[in-house]
């Protein structure tokens, strides 16, 4: 655990959580963060969602199976506002993070390309180890657009190479495809860093 890394408390108490995580999610405005959320979260989909001004946060049980007891995992959503004025809050909101999700649009190369933002702050502030999902919104209104705005796989290659990716997943909020996978991915990915025990989770 890095020294800015959030506690992951396990409680023995059948009605508590055993383990309480930090999640947060990075990337430009209007890439979809807010919808993955609340898809998770209350299992609902609009079209037209309020842009996030600064953070906003959700909270989510995951079930978890330890030591042969059915319990859950307190998953608490930390999502950021990706405008340009809201940026100077990174600090704050990074800190204690135990997982993060880099989302952009997979019908928008600018918002992949501006990631690389999010990127060199993790390294600032002593989060490029924490474990991460490297995810693609949107996937739902990929055949409505055409080539030249749709993110190539290729590009995404490149991208997740140049920034030692190794996990990429495509989400749609809309439709509820992969959301509750690529939070349980990610759960998974920080238990197994920090060496917390767990049989099976969902």
Request: glycine fraction near 6%; charge should be neutral.
């Amino acid at each position: 655990m890095t020294t800015q890394d959030t506690p992951i408390f396990k409680v023995n108490d059948g009605n508590k959580p055993i383990y309480i995580l930090k999640i947060v999610i990075l990337g430009q405005e209007r890439v979809g963060k807010t919808c993955i959320a609340k898809r998770l979260c209350f299992n609902t989909f609009e079209v037209e969602t309020k842009e996030t001004l600064g953070i906003e946060f959700y909270t989510y049980d995951l079930p978890i199976t330890v030591s042969g007891d059915e319990t859950f995992v307190r998953i608490s959503i930390w999502d950021f506002g990706g405008r340009e004025q809201f940026k100077k809050l990174f600090p704050y909101y990074i800190n204690g993070a135990n997982g993060i999700f880099m989302v952009f649009s997979l019908v928008d190369l600018q918002t992949l390309l501006r990631l690389d933002w999010w990127y060199e702050r993790l390294g600032e502030y002593n989060h490029a180890e924490t474990p991460r999902m490297f995810v693609g919104a949107k996937n739902d209104i990929i055949g409505n657009v055409d080539d030249k705005t749709r993110v190539d796989k290729l590009v995404v290659d490149r991208f997740m190479k140049r920034h030692a990716e190794s996990d990429f997943y495509k989400c749609s909020s809309k439709e509820n495809f992969n959301i509750k996978k690529i939070f349980k991915e990610l759960v998974i990915k920080i238990l197994e860093k920090n060496k917390l025990d767990y049989e099976r989770i969902g």
